[in-house]
């Protein structure tokens, strides 16, 4: 099955720095990629996502970068704030409606 | 309605009782789910139901029994539970056609199993 490795598993920086966050997966017929952000007490909420047929997909501040060929997929973020800070999870669509999320990623910002 | 809502936010239960968790969204999704999630975990998959009837299940113990009574409700049904059951239980829903996956989660249900 799909296996989803995310690098780091925690990352400080500071407010208005950027901030990246990577994963790679092991099926090559995977064609759907979702970054999840988790605040404390809260539901992972879905903030930006990408297609096998796009490299590159930015909202704002956030944006997301595809490599089929390396089988990795980045998300970054930058002019980081306060409110930013949260858990991200990335996730590989595995077959029609299952999700494999990556381990996670603790993201401090620190004022 | 862009909200998949969840009751309750908390439950602490027996390991002899039986009780249910609600999921409900007004998206005109045709896909919902329930995953687990442990503290410091990724959410991990337990059911999927497509236009009401169970497509995935992830060898989930008998003791969680799914139900869908109709495109908009999803129930869990508990009984019998572990300790090791308490975990934080996340509705999730998706339009569930062609090849569109964005699930949109609910806030969850924090469970506790005494």
């Known amino acids: 099955g799909e296996n989803v490795e995310q690098h780091p598993s925690t990352l400080s920086v500071q407010e208005g720095d950027s901030a990246v966050i990577k994963c790679t997966y092991s099926?090559?017929?995977?064609?759907?990629f979702p970054w999840y952000k988790q605040e404390l007490g809260k539901g992972p909420q879905l903030i930006i996502d990408i297609r096998s047929n796009v490299g590159e997909k930015k909202d704002q501040r956030i944006a997301v970068t595809l490599n089929k060929t390396a089988k990795h997929f980045s998300l970054h973020i930058t002019e980081t704030q306060p409110e930013d800070s949260a858990v991200y999870f990335c996730?590989?669509?595995?077959?029609?409606?299952?999700?494999?999320f990556g381990t996670g990623t603790r993201l401090l910002v620190s004022p | 309605d862009t909200e998949v809502t969840q009751t309750p936010k908390h439950l602490v239960m027996g390991m002899t009782n039986k009780k249910s968790l609600k999921c409900e969204q007004h998206?005109?999704?045709?896909?919902m789910y329930w995953y687990k999630q442990k503290a410091k975990k990724p959410p991990e998959l337990m059911f999927v139901y497509s236009y009401e009837k169970l497509s995935i299940n992830e060898s989930v113990p008998s003791r969680f029994s799914p139900e869908c009574p109709n495109s908009s409700l999803l129930n869990l049904h508990l009984h019998a539970l572990q300790p090791e059951d308490s975990a934080l239980y996340l509705c999730?829903?998706?339009?569930?056609?062609?090849?569109?996956?964005?699930?949109?989660f609910g806030p969850g249900t924090r469970l506790t199993v005494l």
């Open positions: 999730a829903s998706s339009p569930g056609q062609g090849s569109h996956n964005e699930q949109f």
């Open positions: 996730a590989v669509q595995s077959g029609f409606q299952k999700l494999v």
């Open positions: 099926d090559s017929a995977s064609n759907y």
């Open positions: 998206m005109g999704h045709r896909a």
